[in-house]
């Protein structure tokens, strides 16, 4: 079946602006998770849905992201005010239910995202 | 708290060499640990996971790991090296239990040289 998918695999925009990036999951998977991998470093949590809502969202840096899944599928990671720290790449992943922490958990091929 | 270090930015070995890519780790509860390979331009892929039993977990790939309590490591192995297998190494905990996402190391780069 297909794995997780991302898009789009590149954004560039300029500082200031607002972006949205989408995920699409594997399909019955109950979990998606968000993850931003800066250069050099290992993927670091941002926010998790079991379902649609967001179970944790410990890892979002600041009020300026959010992310939504308001149909327990897709989901979108969206930045406002877009700084130039932002910029790195965006890793989505889903597993069935997060009660069984047993699950690994599948990658999309993650957005590239750089502020200028 | 959780964490994992992975003390090699860089590993080289000759192909058909014994590989090792180093992982230890710290968590309060029980650990579930992982490990993903990450090939240029992909995104990261399930390798093999220990949660219990066996201390000796078998994964994609011929790669295997040892999950060490007392030293607190899992350290990934391979018996032979392929030239393919160079890429970007990640391990990975989940405290259980505890928080639901997974901690990464920094990574290891394993070039595999021919």
């Known amino acids: 079946g297909a794995g997780v998918s991302q898009t789009p695999s590149n954004k560039v925009t300029e500082k200031g602006k607002y972006v949205e990036l989408r995920c699409d999951p594997i399909s019955g998977h109950t979990a998606l998770y968000w993850y931003r991998q800066s250069l050099g470093q290992g993927p670091e949590f941002l926010i998790y849905?079991?379902?649609?809502?967001?179970?944790?969202d410990s890892g979002l840096p600041n009020d300026r992201f959010f992310a939504v899944r308001p149909e327990g599928s897709v989901s979108t990671l969206k930045i406002q005010r877009t700084e130039r720290g932002d910029s790195a790449v965006y890793l989505c992943a889903s597993s069935f239910q997060v009660t069984l922490p047993s699950y690994e958990q599948y990658f999309g091929p993650g957005t590239r995202l750089t502020v200028t | 708290a959780q964490s994992v270090a992975q003390p090699e930015d860089q590993v080289n070995v000759a192909e058909g060499n014994p590989l090792t890519v180093k992982c230890t780790y710290s968590?309060?509860?029980?650990?579930?640990l992982f490990w993903y390979v990450q090939y240029p331009n992909r995104g990261l892929q399930f390798l093999l996971k220990?949660?219990?039993?066996?201390?000796l977990v078998k994964g994609s790939y011929g790669f295997e790991a040892e999950f060490n309590k007392s030293q607190t490591s899992f350290h990934l192995k391979k018996p032979s090296a392929l030239v393919s297998d160079s890429a970007l190494y990640f391990c990975a905990v989940r405290d259980n239990p505890g928080a639901n996402n997974l901690f990464f190391g920094t990574g290891t780069r394993l070039t595999v040289i021919p």
């Open positions: 220990y949660i219990t039993g066996d201390n």
């Open positions: 849905f079991q379902g649609t809502g967001a179970a944790d």
């Open positions: 968590v309060s509860g029980n650990p579930y």
